[in-house]
């Protein structure tokens, strides 16, 4: 197993977990995050001035809280367990910020509002956490809008249509835990949530330790750039693979320029070193912001640039329509983007079929 990040926190040896709070638009997600969060990253929260004149997410938001290791991971080597929230998007014509927001996530949270059960953003959020991952906790939210006498049989009575919705699913079987992340709404006086604590307990159930490698060439998925006057240029994102250390030099691989690690941050908390999971602030220096707003940041030399890749590919069976070789489709890594142009090498698709692709960018 990997070493734990080489951090000064109080807390000692942490165990970070990603966890990806997903679900349909006005579901009260970021409501959610702020509930359970306990700090606040640079992005969180809707800090987007178009978030707060909208009133929705239109970015990914990052926030994190740190409980004690549960009893089941007591024979591992951390002191405690540290949960990064992944707050993503909820609206249909955000779905790729939403796909690079799921790649970097352990588990998900799919946040449903009880009044409206499983909605069509709902069920694309499905689709993308089984292609992301294994592990899934679905959050009934909401509650406090459901009269005390009905409550129960309610809440009963929609944990069976989701239960029924997730059967010919990999996330089959997922426990459903109902909160009210904000009663009496987004401009109510604040109030304290119901049914966190048994969210936290039940979350903290599920964590497994993910696998984690120090070593190999590192890759960085830059979600936010800015920078801070006297200090230079912070790149904000996930460590995908690999390892990174103060003072090392890294390459912002769209532009193909080189920079030193200056310092580095987890959750305003100074680190030396970060490894695959950790979720980070890198300072470097002599870098315009501007000319990265997300993208991969690797070990120089590391990442190539391909123009055709041969790689397995699964129809998702939500899919209806025909898939033809020379149709274009949209190839995401992390939060690149581009289009590419298929070619299969099998018969056609059925609905169990895997096939092989070439995709030329």
Not at 53 to 69: A, K, M, Q
Not at 255 to 284: H, N, W, Y
Not at 343 to 352: D, E, G, L, R, V
Request: some cysteine; glycine content about 8%; proline content about 5%.
């Amino acid at each position: 197993m990997a070493e734990a990040s080489d951090t000064t926190r109080s807390h000692g040896r942490l165990l970070n977990y990603n966890v990806g709070v997903l679900g349909h638009v006005d579901s009260g997600k970021t409501s959610l995050a702020k509930a359970l969060s306990t700090i606040a990253s640079t992005a969180s929260f809707d800090k987007n001035p178009q978030s707060k004149e909208r009133g929705i997410t239109l970015d990914l938001g990052f926030s994190s809280f740190i409980v004690p290791l549960p009893e089941h991971l007591q024979d591992q080597p951390y002191d405690d367990l540290q949960f990064t929230l992944v707050d993503c998007p909820g609206h249909a014509s955000l779905i790729k910020t939403i796909i690079g927001g799921a790649q970097i996530i352990d588990t998900m949270m799919l946040v449903v509002d009880i009044t409206k059960g499983i909605q069509t953003q709902t069920a694309e959020c499905l689709v993308i956490g089984e292609i992301a991952c294994s592990r899934m906790l679905v959050v009934l939210n909401k509650i406090d809008l459901i009269p005390e006498a009905k409550r129960e049989a309610a809440i009963a009575k929609m944990s069976k249509k989701i239960l029924k919705t997730l059967e010919s699913t990999r996330l089959a079987g997922a426990q459903i835990v109902p909160v009210a992340a904000k009663p009496g709404g987004p401009e109510a006086p604040d109030t304290d949530a119901l049914g966190v604590s048994n969210l936290i307990s039940v979350l903290s159930s599920l964590v497994m330790v993910p696998q984690r490698q120090a070593t190999g060439p590192l890759l960085l998925s830059v979600d936010h750039c800015f920078s801070i006057r006297g200090q230079g240029t912070v790149m904000t994102g996930t460590v995908l693979t690999g390892a990174v250390a103060v003072g090392d030099n890294v390459e912002i691989s769209a532009l193909k320029e080189t920079r030193k690690v200056k310092s580095m941050q987890m959750f305003k908390k100074p680190v030396q070193k970060a490894i695959q999971g950790d979720r980070l602030g890198v300072c470097v220096t002599q870098f315009d912001p501007k000319l990265l707003e997300r993208g991969l940041v690797c070990s120089p030399g590391s990442l190539p640039t391909l123009y055709a890749a041969v790689v397995a590919v699964r129809k998702i069976p939500y899919f209806k329509s025909e898939i033809k070789s020379k149709s274009k489709y949209h190839i995401i890594i992390g939060h690149e983007n581009v289009m590419g142009k298929v070619s299969f090498f099998s018969p056609p698709f059925t609905k169990t079929a895997d096939s092989s692709s070439s995709s030329s960018t």
